[in-house]
């Protein structure tokens, strides 16, 4: 029997719209609501997790997100996640310690912006977590939409937005993780970017992982 890595329940159901898992497993957690991308964050994280720094660290969520308890960090805090409210974080430069944007940027007018605001709120000793649809499926990034629209996506990802990194997020280790949610067995690749030295070391050891840049 799975077991949910984020609460410890053992009962799952099909995710909204009944989405079931790459592999046809019902991915909802229906204890804590958690899918596929919080368990795969949630093991990842606590590979990298040094309990007694991340115990000083602020924590962001861009959307409400279980990827990482609260109760890791000395405070936490959560954001819209919208284009708007990610603009606004421009007067919060250097304030966060770890930030967490897991599946948001794909429903952004504008991605690469987005995750350079989220890279100047970052401390220069932070770590942001960022996972979005589908390079762990696809090779090539496709707009799906144009304008303004609500709600659905505007971008699936493929592994060649790791190129764009290089314009993004100059000065930043980018790790690329791959994870397996130890619920429906599926893979996906998380993105931590970093500015310490220390931490792109950390990460690339206790990952499955290789460093993009
Ligand atoms: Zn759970």
Redesign the pocket.
Known sequence: MPE?N????SSFAAAPNNRLSRKKQPPL?T????LERQRIGRDLASAVRIRDKFKTYALLDVGKDATVPKGWFASNKVIEPTDSTIDRLGTDRGKFDFIVCSHVIQKLRDPKASIGRLLNSLSNDGILLLNYPSPVTRETTEQLATGYRTGGPRYIFGRDFEQAYRTVAPDTYVVAADGKDPVTQDTDIMYFLTKSPFWATKMVKSMNARLVQ
């Open positions: 949910c984020v609460c410890g329940g957690c204890a804590c609501g958690s």
